[in-house]
């Protein structure tokens, strides 16, 4: 493992360099956004220094897709081959873990942008199975895009949404949609945090 540093926002990064191509690749910062480089050629001329056991996941780790490269995407609960696919068609990498504390064990110290809750069993809200990774701070909460997935929900429900401390409901059954589902749903969000920002920018003027 190797580990580098966002030159905007100085979020530290730990990356499987085995798994990088033999040649320069960019992907976003999953803080920031701003666009990195890798060199693996550049790499192996010395010696890759150890990442900090620190910032490796949690025992036990997620499961990640085999290219591990490049932001991730939190799949929390039941496992699922559409949800992953759904990750990957948004541009993520898929990491998986069961139980909702060891998500938020990894969540804090790697931050991914999106979450996926996948719960075995949807109970009423709050969902208790899914609350360490729900009930986060709002400072962290806002670093990500939270989304529930369930067969029993409508997507787009705004009111279910606020109920369960989401951002956004989808179902199951419309999950060949995610893309443009995801899409819209994400550019409603940055609009109404550009909104709230600008005014608590303007307040602190004042």
Request: contains cysteine; charged residues 20%; hydrophobic residues 40%.
């Amino acid at each position: 493992m190797i580990k580098i540093v966002c030159t905007s926002c100085q979020k530290p990064l730990s990356l499987d360099e085995t798994k990088l191509p033999m040649k320069e690749v960019s992907f976003p910062c999953p803080v920031c956004k701003t666009k990195l480089t890798v060199d693996r050629r550049n790499l192996n001329a010395a010696p890759a220094p150890a990442a900090p056991a620190e910032i490796s996941p949690p025992a036990p780790s997620g499961e990640e897709e085999e290219e591990s490269f490049g932001a991730k995407a939190l799949l929390v609960g039941a496992d699922h081959p559409g949800l992953r696919q759904a990750a990957k068609l948004i541009g993520f990498v898929p990491v998986y873990f069961p139980a909702a504390q060891q998500a938020r064990d990894y969540f804090m110290q790697e931050f991914p942008p999106v979450i996926m809750l996948n719960p075995q069993q949807l109970t009423p809200p709050p969902l208790e199975a899914m609350q360490p990774i729900v009930s986060l701070a709002p400072v962290d909460r806002r670093k990500s895009f939270i989304i529930l997935f369930s067969e029993n929900l409508r997507t787009f429900d705004g009111n279910a949404a606020f109920l369960y401390g989401v951002n956004l409901i989808v179902s199951n059954k419309d999950l060949g949609s995610f893309q443009q589902i995801y899409r819209d749903a994400f550019g409603y969000h940055e609009r109404l945090y550009n909104s709230l920002h600008s005014v608590l920018k303007a307040m602190a003027t004042t």
